[in-house]
Nanobody, 120 residues
Framework: QVHLVVSGGGLVQPGGSLRLSCAAF????????MGWYRQTPGKQRMFVAT???????NYADSVKGRFTIPRDNAKNTVYLQMNSLKPEDTAVYYC??????????????WGQGTQVTVSS
């Protein structure tokens, strides 16, 4: 399956910015939608943002206007640019990719989690 490698987590002050990266490997038939999700202790993994292969984006209401999800198709990489960070954004962030295992057949792959902590 497609392997996703995530980087960029860390500690940042409220109001600061951070960028996460997710690079995909072992791609044989291409990737469609990529996205970011986050999870805090005791809660389910929640949608943050997605971007399709042609650049159509979708964001959770809680991050609209603050986060963007750029994509570099040449590098098979998606980013999560997080601006105006709030303590409520503290979570483990996960990358997801929907990819083609065969023409017309898709599957989903998850990357490892990376901790983002927003605190003063």
């Amino acid at each position: 399956q497609v392997h996703l490698v995530v980087s960029g987590g860390g500690l940042v002050q409220p109001g600061g910015s951070l960028r996460l990266s997710c690079a995909a490997f072992r791609i044989f038939f291409g990737i469609n939608t990529m996205g970011w999700y986050r999870q805090t202790p005791g809660k389910q993994r929640m949608f943050v943002a997605t971007i399709t292969g042609v650049g159509s984006t979708n964001y959770a209401d809680s991050v609209k206007g603050r986060f963007t999800i750029p994509r570099d198709n040449a590098k098979n990489t998606v980013y999560l640019q997080m601006n105006s960070l709030k303590p409520e954004d503290t979570a483990v962030y996960y990358c997801n990719a929907d990819y083609y295992v065969k023409p017309g057949i898709t599957a989903s792959s998850w990357g490892q989690g990376t901790q983002v902590t927003v605190s003063s």
